[in-house]
């Protein structure tokens, strides 16, 4: 069981990795550097409502696994379309958006579908799932590594090729999803009352904010959602931007950003063993907090760093991201899990990518775009280097601010250290994590 979920993870982040990091850096050469924040900021809009639809059809009327199939398969048409349409001459930047968009907007909703399956599995299979599902976890991030690396390697960075990888390893993992254990529905009966817009929708899973702790989660996971995608979209573009400066040319890691930026992932797979026992011994709070921190050191060590003199302070900033990630998407998933009964877990974890890669995803990557483009996409700019280092102080400043906030607004009332055997069925109670 648990291969069969490594297997799934793998590909499910090799699809992402294929385009997430380098996507900027061939928008860049093509002449679209300004709009870069527009391109990731729709994943932030799809994961508005996406996740959500189809967290509540897994609930009631498909199962989640065929429901990760179907996603897989459309998303990878349209991916595979948008990487064939950009090699033509004369490519028209609105269709090339248009077919990315619609790409993402299936295939984002096969994150929170894809944990789904997993707990589901692990749960139907006795484990526990806080202590099974982060050591599958770590293969999504080994299969992003794989795929980043290959598309450097390629030479694709700066090609929509890009687009053709991801697309064809969407449509290899839409296959092997059918494989997958069957996870339950739960739909309506003949004598209960018809479904609701609101609740067809899913958005009765926003019911969890009557819980003042869950409330708290959910806003704050949205602040912490407006760092994620500023790297991905920045980070390439930035360093590439050195090999104008002739010190920095022949470096390699301006020669081989996506390389350089694939260290971030290879943290991530050592971060994501830390979890079970950092959640035991600190709790969610600390393990947030830390996370916010870990943001502020990421962005702030950018702003500092460069690929000759400076490449250690790149490095770090590479080293504390893996810490800034899984800290908070996969210890968040997990509180979620954890929080909700089976009734409602698709629906949940649906709107955790809602307020995490929906609202503060599209909110940071379209504010980040405002920043960027004032210090660095701008005709009076004579200094790109300065720009960008101003720009990543600038989103160093907001996390600290968040961070600070965070430590005086959540206040549990009691630590969040009793056993999980101890979680009501409708996870009314303080949990292990």
Known sequence: MKLRLIIMNYLEFAVWGAYLTSMGAYLAEAGFGSIIGWFYSIQGVVSLFMPGIMGIVADRWIPAQKLLSLCHLLAGLFMGAAGIYGMTSGCSIGMLFTLYALSVAFYMPT??????????????SGYDTVKAFPPIRVFGTIGFICTMIAVDLLGFQTSSRQFLVSGGLSLLLAAYSLTLPASPVNGKTEGEASTSLVQALGIDSFRLFRKKKMAIFFIFSMFLGVSLQITNGYANPFITSFKDVAEYADTFGAQHANILISLSQISETCCILLIPF??????????????????????ALFGAGDPGSGLWMLVLSCIVYGVAFDFFNISGALFVDQNTDAE???????????????????????????????FVFNEGVTDVIAGWRTSWYVFAGYSLAVLVLFAVIFRPKRPLTRPTDTLSPKGEGDVSI
């Open 111 to 124: 994150l929170a579908l894809s944990n789904s399956v997993a707990f589901n599995a692990l749960t139907m």
């Open 344 to 374: 409602t877990r698709s629906s949940a974890q649906g709107l955790f990518m809602i307020m995490t890669n929906g609202l503060g995803a599209t909110i940071g990557t379209l504010s980040a775009q405002v920043v960027v483009n004032t």
């Open 278 to 299: 950092c959640l035991k011994k600190f709790g969610i709070k600390n393990v947030m907090m830390i996370a916010m921190l870990a943001w502020v050191l990421r962005f």
